[in-house]
């Protein structure tokens, strides 16, 4: 199993976890395979591996390695 770094804190996930699997995690919301939520409600976030940022449609085809680094930033409505 895999301990990456998401956000500065470290987080073992299953082995061939993936960026949609470290964002379920994260926001403890259930996502299909395309990183939508399943409750259809919006997600509202962007996601960076390695200091890239990686578009939801290769979330779901991006396996995390030992030591990953993430960046998972949620958007906030408000000022």
Do not use: Y
């Not at 996502?31 to 919006?42: C, F, H, M, V």
């Not at 449609?57 to 930033?73: H, M, Q, T, Y």
């Amino acid at each position: 199993m895999p301990t990456v770094r998401i956000n500065d804190d470290e987080t073992i996930l299953a082995e061939g976890a993936t960026v949609v699997d470290a964002v379920a995690h994260t926001t403890g919301r259930e996502l299909t395979a395309e990183g939508k939520p399943t409750d259809g409600g919006r997600l509202g976030v962007a996601v960076a591996l390695s200091g890239e940022v990686i578009p939801r449609s290769r979330w779901s085809g991006a396996v995390l390695a030992e030591a990953a680094e993430l960046e998972i930033v949620t958007a906030v409505q408000g000022g």
